[in-house]
């Protein structure tokens, strides 16, 4: 009777959990890499330097999902943990806390959006053109982002108490919605005005709030996780268990802004359709890598519960079975992208020039697909247990020490072709640490846990 009562992750079959876990976040997220394709498209298709401005603005735009899934990871990860130990008062207070940490999060977003936007587009171009549009577009979807906050840590509440299916309807929905309202919005059908760049971020904030109305509704369904005020009242222990994880996460995944932010600024030294198609690119590798995150979301609350309840054979047998997934997934995206560049950026009204740099840079990218999916997978066992640091550590070495000097140095040097190299170069970095990190955590953490 006890095994009947307790949390499907400590009990159903490892290789049926992981993926009943996992496929609706993969899917959710697939719709969601769908989604930023179209919008780009979409976008494009208005203009070049719409598309520019788009790119440009993307780091702030990042830098905001940063800290808003960097939070949430550490609350999925505490609250799995919790319910691992069986201490439900401490889960429901790293559900409160985590919203509260949201709230307070989106305050500092706002801000930025209000004053920060124009100097931050500035920094890339004296266009004036290009800069009114980057900063209205990043404007409106910085200052408007409370409902984004919300939406993510409800559905990593979610997540955390192994509810994947609705946080698939909830992402599912605002992507949807996304896409209805863009051509409406940029282009002016229906009786609309036609807006351009400031109409595709109305869309996007607008179907975030559709989203966060949903995920307060499923939030308070669940029940596993009962709110009440208290639970939102900020506890220094639990803040301080919460961003054990999310620290580590906002870091890894803000390194990003910096990366984009830098990589743009070598990049338009090349011309505005370098940095076009390294637009293109993000939003079209987000459809291979989308479904792998997908993947890491719905492992880590099992490894954390499996890791709470102390059952090494079960993290292990996640992981392995997290490989095969996220290596099919990986391999797949490389011979799309080495056999059929030319189809992927004619998708956004690409020019000869982008082209002709296009089809070079997704081929090299492509190389390292598949080291890249494995590191990702074994990033979910880091911060399962805890462990978030070794991701950050990670993430720093690949994208700071490897990947922004070796794209410098080549670029200068060698020229735009060669700058795509420095891709695998930091992959290879990567996965190098990967590996022996890994180890570390086995054989101190995993491989104890039996005896």
Not at 313 to 329: D, H, T, Y
Request: charged letters at 10%; proline letters at 4%.
């Amino acid at each position: 009777m006890q095994a009947l009562q307790e949390n499907k992750m400590g009990v159903k079959p490892i290789p049926s959990l992981v993926l009943s876990m996992s496929f609706p976040i993969m899917l959710s997220m697939l719709v969601q890499a769908f989604y930023n394709i179209v919008d780009s498209m979409f976008v494009s298709h208005y203009s070049q330097t719409a598309l520019t401005a788009v790119t440009l603005a993307f780091p702030l735009q990042n830098l905001l999902i940063a800290v808003s899934v960097g939070t949430s990871i550490g609350v999925n990860s505490l609250l799995s943990r919790k319910l691992g130990a069986k201490d439900l008062a401490a889960a429901k207070k790293a559900a409160g806390n985590g919203l509260t940490l949201s709230a307070i999060s989106w305050i500092f977003f706002a801000i930025v959006g209000l004053f920060f936007t124009k100097s931050f587009i500035s920094f890339f171009s004296s266009d004036p053109e290009l800069i009114a549009m980057g900063t209205q577009y990043s404007s409106v979807c910085l200052f408007f982002s409370l409902a984004l906050f919300i939406d993510i840590t409800c559905e990593r509440i979610l997540q955390g108490t192994g509810d994947t299916f609705h946080p698939m309807i909830i992402q599912g929905t605002g992507a949807i919605v996304n896409i209805i309202l863009d051509p409406i919005l940029i282009f002016g059908l229906f009786g609309f005005p036609r807006m351009g760049v400031p109409g595709a971020a109305i869309a996007t904030v607008f179907a975030q709030h559709v989203s966060a109305v949903l995920a307060i509704y499923y939030v308070k369904r669940n029940k596993e996780i009962i709110l009440d005020r208290p639970s939102f009242r900020l506890e220094k222990k639990t803040v301080k268990d919460i961003y054990a994880v999310g620290i580590p996460s906002i870091i890894m995944q803000a390194i990003g802004t910096i990366l984009n932010t830098s990589l743009n600024k070598i990049l338009i030294g090349f011309g505005t359709s370098a940095v076009a198609v390294f637009g293109i690119y993000f939003r079209l590798q987000s459809f291979i890598f989308m479904p792998v995150f997908g993947l890491n979301s719905g492992m880590i609350p099992v490894i954390g519960y499996n890791y709470g309840a102390k059952r090494p054979k079960r993290i292990i047998s996640a992981v392995k079975v997290g490989l095969i997934v996220s290596l099919s997934i990986m391999s797949a995206g490389f011979a799309v992208f080495t056999f059929l560049p030319h189809i992927l950026l004619g998708l956004f009204n690409a020019t000869d020039e982008m082209m002709a740099i296009g089809v070079i840079a997704m081929q090299r990218i492509s190389l390292c697909f598949i080291s890249a999916g494995f590191c990702i997978v074994l990033g979910a066992l880091f911060q399962g247990t805890g462990d978030g640091y070794i991701s950050m550590i990670i993430s720093v070495t690949r994208q700071l020490i490897f990947l922004l000097p070796s794209a410098y140095l080549l670029g200068r040097f060698v020229g735009l072709d060669a700058l795509w190299y420095s891709f695998i170069i930091a992959e290879t970095s990567s996965l190098l640490l990967t590996i022996i990190f890994f180890r570390r955590v086995y054989v101190r953490k995993i491989k104890t846990l039996a005896a």
